[in-house]
């Protein structure tokens, strides 16, 4: 019950009720209900090509995640070679980077001087999609990966000895088993394509932008609260329909009987070699905007030098930051320790709770539920969930406008869906058997839950909470709103930084920028070294 | 002494009957084959015992206790599944370390821990092998296990549920006669569930046989396997063909009632008691499996020996050899079997351990 409680009651104030609130705020008007804000908003052209844009940038990067993330995921789940286990640690890499860090990276690597200024993509569509993919082509290889690598491929050679060709082998005995993974997948990554908030808002400008930067845009420029949240509900409807649409896939795809990885995986043959340029080129692709990240980092106003860096004991040109950017990298790993304990605790006792299989179909029905809900955090507005922070979270008895658990609890509640999505797979994927065997050894059920569960699942939750942290120091969209002015974290200060450009404000972003993604990269590498598959998988 | 006294326990599943008014006992130190097809709800009796099951009906006593309500931790039972479910991430040593702990956390009398782990290991056939993980174990290794693991707290009874199954054919004929002698030697009372007839009547002292949730016999291996209850248990046991009448008297001149014949039971050979003509004919290591039409009988399955050869269409002597050939109408718990009911020793009548499971 407390396990239950505790996550129910967590969701409901810290997510329900602020977003519910903002929502309240587009649906009534004085008291009762007058939905001509929607009429108001959507009569509006901006509105409306901000809408057309937001799905038309999210479906195309979710097509173009697909078609490259599945020869991805053949070569590092299905081909046996040195070095595999690596190349997958490295394509999680960009997944995690913080959203302002790969912002500024395209930047650096697309503006006039850029390793491909030549292109003159600065400030394009083109642009702004280039970061969509880099970021979320890892959902697609990690998810897809993860239900290829257990699929019998005896029943392609079942369809070979029938004879069938490779084309259609693919097509008519691989396909439809991935299927469920792939719109799994792609849900997911329409999802955060729709809500891109940190990385669009630096890369598009003015002209381009989605329902979530317009809905920062109207809340902290405009004050235009009706209209945000009118926005806010339709975002919300998208949401909910996809995140249904995830759970019906992933639902699928659990009946689907797994074998040992290693009887399905093959070395490398001539018939691999297209799906092998394709991850070659798109390695080549996620490393280069890093790669002008850093070269461009170590370029100063004096030639190469370490001075950008020298400078993050400072505060900037015209005194940009309040505090020198060290301080906001401890305030930045601060929150996130405590972001990651609050969503580990939360996330654990969900998982404990939703992977019981109770006998009456109305319980199952309710934790299915409840494993919806969590989910939700993964695709509301940020912005949303921030500005709901400040609008319900102003008075008794929660009056914790400016106490300083507020950026925690958000950061807390974008990690919880990916810490429940680590861990409830394991714990749901342990036999009941198990448990009670150990119950008939004489084990009380908390006993029970220690050796067996909790015993089995610590693998995960140790990767979960890296992960969880990963996500955490680099969350900007809730944690712009509720950092307060003197405890920055550093992808605030970064945007910050990139706002004021002039003197050596932006060599200090780039500085900032690696020094995030390395801290980053070093705690995805140790997680790594779990092995735990189900880290990044929808 | 009766030990376990299940009590017309029913537990169904969102409408289908499981256990249908189960009742049985079981003495103290003894072993209790459960035998029956897949899908005849004998795992579901025998989690029901454990108290891993919500009964919708019944009782469970042990020695005269009601224990229906008592939480499966409290009572005191082991119960090793098909596939041992071990502890992945605990060693072989802390697997079967781990019951005892419970029991020194709980009465403090956690007596002697590694040596009571050599102990079992030693009972079980795998000295030295405390420090492996379970993970690189085979299957036969792990049941071992499972098994030592399932001993270690000296449970009040041990419950098994096709403890055998999962493993080869060599490997399982050898662990029966293994499981048979840890668990007189240690005398454990023990309930033991099988598809598996000769792995049932290999291990038990006594055999039930569940079909489609009821007890439908219960008698000694020896007792089920000469007279079975009905046609249908005849059948499950691999008894091919059931008799009435005239025809049965044809094969067994004294037989009251039906009967019923295994292949091995009709025999080809020279100047056999009567005449049959080859149906079919297929061979087989040490001969021939047949389909014969035996005069006076109709259709019969069984055997010539390799010396024979025989082919569909000739006409051949047949001899019946009485170790294939039961008389039904042992003591049957669930209807009356083929042929009208026989008076017999039935283990039921006499034994004390059984009742009739329907009113």
């Not at chain 1, 955060?192 to 990385?199: N, Y």
């Not at chain 1, 020198?324 to 405590?338: H, M």
């Amino acid at each position: 019950m407390l396990g239950a409680g505790v996550p129910l009651a967590f969701v409901g104030v810290f997510f329900a009720w602020p977003v519910l609130a903002m929502v309240g705020r587009g649906l009534f008007v004085d008291g009762t209900l007058d939905l001509g804000g929607f009429a108001d908003v959507l009569a509006r052209p901006r509105t409306l090509r901000l809408i057309g844009l937001t799905i038309g940038q999210a479906a195309l990067a979710s097509v173009i995640c697909v078609l490259l993330g599945l020869p991805i995921a053949h070569v590092l789940y299905r081909l046996r070679f040195r070095g595999r286990r690596m190349l997958r640690a490295l394509v999680v890499l960009p997944f995690v980077l913080p959203t302002v860090v790969v912002g500024v990276a395209f930047r650096t690597l697309l503006r006039d001087g850029g390793l491909l200024g030549s292109l003159r993509l600065d400030g394009t569509f083109a642009a702004i999609m280039l970061a969509l993919v880099f970021f979320n082509v890892a959902v697609v290889v990690r998810t897809v990966g993860n239900t290829w690598e257990g699929l019998d491929s005896r029943q392609e050679e079942a369809a070979r000895v029938l004879g069938a060709g490779p084309v259609r082998v693919w097509f008519t005995v691989t396909l439809p088993r991935l299927a469920p993974a792939i719109t799994s997948a792609a849900s997911i990554v329409f999802l955060f394509c729709s809500t891109a908030f940190g990385v669009v808002l630096v890369l598009g400008g003015s002209r381009f932008g989605t329902i979530e930067t317009e809905i920062y845009l109207l809340t902290t420029q405009f004050l235009d609260l009706r209209a945000a949240s009118v926005l806010s509900v339709m975002q919300l409807v998208v949401v909910v329909a996809l995140l249904l649409l995830a759970a019906r896939a992933r639902g699928r795809r659990t009946a689907q009987r797994r074998v040992d990885a290693a009887e399905a995986v093959h070395a490398p043959r001539l018939g691999d070699a297209p799906a092998i340029a394709v991850t070659l080129l798109v390695a080549v692709f996620l490393a280069l905007p890093i790669v002008s990240l850093v070269l461009r980092s170590l370029h100063t106003a004096d030639g190469w030098g370490l001075g950008n860096y020298i400078a993050l004991g400072g505060t900037g040109s015209r005194n940009a930051l309040v505090v020198p950017v060290w301080v906001a990298l401890g305030n930045s790993l601060q929150i996130a320790v405590q972001a990651t304990v609050i969503a580990l605790v939360i996330g654990l006792a969900a998982s404990l709770v939703i992977s019981r299989r109770p006998r009456s179909p109305g319980l199952r029905r309710a934790l299915a539920g409840f494993d919806g809900a969590l989910m939700l955090p993964l695709g509301v507005s940020a912005v949303t969930v921030g500005f709901g922070f400040l609008i319900t979270l102003n008075q008794p008895p929660f009056d914790l406008r400016s106490s300083p658990v507020l950026v925690p609890i958000a950061q807390a509640l974008v990690a919880l869906p990916l810490v429940v999505r680590t861990i409830l797979p394991v714990l749901t994927g342990i036999d009941g058997r198990l448990r009670e065997s150990a119950a008939v050894l004489g084990s009380p059920p908390w006993r029970v839950m220690r050796d067996v569960d909790l015993a089995i699942v610590a693998r995960p939750v140790l990767a979960a909470s890296g992960f969880a942290f990963a996500v955490a120091l680099g969350e900007f969209g809730a944690t712009s709103f509720l950092s307060r002015p003197d405890r920055p974290t550093l992808p605030v200060v970064i945007f910050r930084l990139i706002g004021l450009p002039g003197g050596d404000n932006f060599g200090m972003a780039l500085a900032a920028s690696v020094v995030l993604a390395a801290v980053t990269v070093a705690i995805i590498a140790l997680v790594e070294r779990l092995r735990v598959g189900t880290m990044g998988a929808f | 002494m009766t030990a376990l006294s299940v009590e017309g326990v029913t537990v169904s599943f969102d409408g289908t009957m499981a256990v249908d008014a189960v009742t049985l006992d079981v003495a103290a130190g003894e072993v209790l084959g459960i035998l029956g097809p897949s899908g005849s709800g004998k795992s579901t009796l025998l989690r029901s015992v454990a108290g891993l099951e919500r009964l919708d009906a019944g009782r469970v006593r042990w020695h005269g206790d009601d224990i229906t309500a008592l939480p499966v931790h409290r009572r005191g039972f082991a119960l090793m599944f098909q596939d041992g479910q071990l502890f992945p991430h605990r060693t072989v040593e802390e697997n079967i370390a781990y019951p005892l702990r419970i029991a020194g956390g709980r009465g403090g009398s956690g007596r002697g821990g590694a040596g009571r782990v050599d102990e079992l290991l030693e009972l079980v056939g795998l000295a030295g092998f405390g420090r492996r993980r379970v993970t690189e174990l085979s299957g036969g290794e792990q049941q071992r296990v499972a098994l030592a693991r399932s001993l270690a707290a000296r449970p009040r009874m041990l419950l098994l549920d096709e403890p055998l199954s999962a493993l080869d054919r060599e490997l399982r004929e050898r662990l029966a006669g293994d499981l048979r002698r840890i668990l007189v030697d240690t005398g454990t009372t023990a309930v033991f569930v099988t598809h598996d007839q000769d792995e049932a009547f290999a291990v038990s002292d006594r055999v039930a046989v569940m079909i489609a949730g009821r007890l439908v016999q219960v008698g000694t291996p020896a007792e089920v396997w000469r007279r079975p209850g009905s046609a249908q248990i005849a059948r499950f046991l691999g008894y091919t063909t059931v008799l009435e009448g005239a025809a049965a008297r044809l094969v067994d001149a004294g037989a009251p009632g039906a009967i019923a014949l295994r292949a091995s039971g009709v025999v080809v050979a020279d100047g056999g008691q009567v005449a049959a003509r080859v149906v079919r004919s297929t061979p087989a290591v040490d001969g021939a499996r047949v389909r014969l039409a035996v005069d006076g009988i109709g259709e019969v399955d069984g055997v010539a020996g390799a010396g024979l050869p025989v082919a569909a269409g000739d006409v051949v002597g047949v001899r019946f050899d009485g170790a294939g050939i039961a008389r039904l109408g042992g003591s049957s718990l669930g209807g009356s079997p083929v042929g009208g009911v026989v008076a017999s020793r039935g283990a039921a009548d006499d034994s004390p351990f059984v009742d009739g499971a329907r009113a």
